[in-house]
């Protein structure tokens, strides 16, 4: 099994980017898929998170409103548009799967997801 990550890179206070996750050697549309992130000094947390058919998103509260998370099964691929970014964005970027169903009190538990992608940078500053 293998997430790949990519997407991350240097982009100015209220630019935009789009991360990738691309899932190979599982069945990708049996598994919810979760972004994460880890900012130097913090606790990892969770970004956001899609159902395995994509009918229900969940995003962490500072992000609302500015990434949208998108999946295409057809391509094992998970999308996080991220808009309006902060420099309070900055940090590496980790998509995960999950067997699970994500409901709102339950799609941060980490404990939840068992593949993780390796990361991708994110630094927004001038």
């Known amino acids: 099994v293998q997430l790949q990550a990519s997407g991350g890179g240097l982009v100015q206070p209220g630019g935009s980017l789009r991360l990738s996750c691309a899932a190979s050697g599982l069945t990708f549309n049996d598994k919810t898929t979760g972004w994460f992130r880890q900012a130097p000094g913090k606790e990892r947390e969770g970004v956001s998170c899609i159902s395995r058919g994509g009918g229900r998103k969940f995003y962490t509260g500072s992000v609302k409103g500015r990434f949208t998370i998108s999946r295409d099964n057809t391509q094992n691929t998970v999308y996080l548009q991220m808009d309006s970014l902060k420099p309070e964005d900055s940090a590496v970027y980790y998509c995960?799967?999950?067997?699970?169903?994500?409901?709102?009190?339950?799609?941060?538990?980490?404990?939840?997801?068992?593949?993780w992608g390796q990361g991708t940078q994110v630094t927004v500053s001038s």
């Open positions: 995960a799967t999950s067997n699970g169903n994500p409901i709102t009190s339950t799609w941060r538990w980490e404990s939840l997801y068992d593949y």
